[in-house]
């Protein structure tokens, strides 16, 4: 399932989306796409909508267009849609081409990651390097041949990247999209079917190496020109074998293919009418020998990397999509024996009446309970009507010194005299300075004594109901099963709202 554009309009990061849609065990329901774009930061709510009151909808929804999830935005009299590509619909050939079910989203957070790496502003600056040093340096047909191996470089590194899911505006535009009764295109059926297998390697990856290394080579004409020559040469085999497979084999054409052997030829004519009378050496060839070691070498290497990255991500969404499962997470859940606190108000935030309480057993000093308050801060950010928090410190005068004391306190007058949101701001500082001065300063600047009695009594409870440990999250009284990672939660958030069974 591709939605490319609408990922793209949205500004979510592609491969954390297909990655978290995939492993959802709901995949691929409508389910599974409301809740993965609620975890990316779209908040949205699902629809069974009669075509008759489309109008009323906002300028921007989501819907399923000719089978793909798809963002609809309203452009005058028609409609632009984003999945796949984008293209303009009126009313009418929407709502043919539509179902019923919409989502209304809005926009919460930008879930774009800014930590991927884009390797393509210096794949450009080579390329321009190499070209200008050729037109000025070189013949005028040297360089027509280096323009041409720097174009099969690019669309090989295209190719290369689509292999491992990374989808090509480029190669898309040139084959053209998917559709409904056709789901792949002649360019996927020829090169994602690639039987050719040499360590791992398909056909089209020994275009990227080839293409590379002619790059390379062509930047020494003309003591290069012969072996270059013979490379042309002995690539009229792969055209060859490329023209047979797509037509007694496929039965089709790939226009990406063909492409690829439109350069090739123009090579081959170059190099023919106009490589003569050059010079040959062992030097030049030994140099050939290593350069193509090199550039195999490094292209097996990256590709037995992806595969394995990619292999592995397969694998965690399976694992996820079992682990992510409700009811194997409630059945956890409950196999714990419920606890019944004596206290739920001090230190209390939130919705008093929310149908979810979660209550962290935490200590201030410690190094684990930054994270886990953030995992619940951010939960009680998301649901403020929804959820009602508990931070219960472990505090016993007996066993702690003047400091933690003294925190605590400040922590009390804080909770007691100044707003909720003062309060959260204030422990979110200390869990990110871990300055007690602070602190101090945030309450008034004075030795604060306040009555910690309520704080020893529900430090007993803890200690009663043994959560001694830190931090520890507490469900509507069952602790959080150990079998998933605290920040597992977020996961399961809604359907722990709304399940009547825990509350």
């Not at 600056?125 to 027509?144: G, M, T």
């Not at 013979?230 to 790939?254: D, H, M, P, R």
Request: aromatic share 14%; glycine share 4%; with cysteine.
């Amino acid at each position: 399932m591709i939605f490319d554009k609408l990922i793209n309009y949205l500004k979510l990061d592609k491969q954390e989306f297909i990655f978290q849609f995939n492993s959802h065990p709901n995949y691929p329901s409508a389910l599974a796409f409301s809740d993965t774009l609620n975890f990316m930061g779209v908040k949205n709510d699902a629809y069974e909508l009669d075509k008759e009151y489309w109008d009323e909808l906002p300028e921007e929804f989501i819907a399923i267009v000719e089978n793909s999830f798809s963002l609809v935005k309203k452009a005058g009299n028609n409609y632009s849609v984003y999945s796949e590509k984008a293209k303009t619909l009126n009313k009418e050939e929407l709502h043919q081409k539509s179902m019923n079910f919409v989502l209304l989203f809005e926009k919460t957070v930008n879930a774009e990651s800014k930590t991927v790496f884009n390797f393509k502003p210096i794949l450009y600056a080579i390329f321009a390097v190499v070209l200008v040093y050729s037109f000025i340096s070189l013949s005028l047909f040297e360089a027509l041949f280096n323009l041409l191996s720097l174009a099969g470089v690019y669309i090989s590194v295209e190719i290369f990247n689509q292999k491992f899911g990374n989808t090509s505006t480029v190669i898309g535009s040139i084959c053209g999209a998917a559709t409904a009764t056709q789901p792949t295109n002649a360019c996927d059926k020829i090169i994602k079917q690639d039987k050719t297998s040499i360590l791992g390697l398909k056909f089209s990856d020994f275009s990227l190496i080839y293409f590379i290394g002619l790059a390379v080579l062509g930047l020494f004409f003309p003591v290069t020109g012969n072996i270059v020559k013979g490379f042309t040469f002995v690539s009229v085999i792969a055209i060859g074998y490329s023209l047979y497979i797509q037509a007694f084999v496929e039965k089709t054409f790939c226009k990406v293919c063909l492409l690829i052997i439109s350069i090739l030829v123009g090579q081959l004519v170059i190099s023919t009418l106009f490589f003569e009378n050059l010079t040959f050496g062992i030097g030049a060839l030994l140099l050939t020998v290593i350069l193509w070691a090199i550039i195999f070498s490094a292209v097996l290497y990256l590709n037995n990397i992806l595969s394995q990255r990619e292999e592995l991500q397969k694998s965690n969404a399976k694992n996820l999509r079992f682990k992510r499962n409700y009811e194997l997470f409630k059945s956890q859940l409950l196999q714990n024996e419920k606890i019944e606190f004596q206290d739920n108000q001090t230190f209390s935030v939130g919705n008093k009446e929310g149908k979810l309480r979660i209550s962290i057993v935490s200590n201030p000093y410690c190094g684990f309970c930054k994270d886990a308050h953030k995992i619940v801060e951010n939960l009680l950010e998301k649901y403020p009507n929804d959820l009602s928090v508990q931070m219960r410190f472990n505090y016993s005068p007996e066993r702690t010194n003047e400091k933690f004391t003294q925190l605590i306190s400040d922590f009390t007058h804080i909770y007691n005299n100044k707003p909720e949101k003062d309060f959260l701001k204030t422990i979110e500082t200390w869990f990110e300075t871990r300055d007690e001065a602070k602190i101090n300063a945030i309450s008034g600047g004075n030795s604060t004594t306040e009555n910690l009695n309520p704080l020893i009594e529900m430090s007993k409870d803890n200690s009663n109901a043994g959560l001694n440990f830190t931090p520890i999250l507490i469900i509507n009284g069952y602790q959080f099963p150990e079998k998933y990672d605290r920040d597992d939660i977020v996961f399961f958030i809604d359907e722990l709202i709304e399940d009547e069974d825990i509350q």
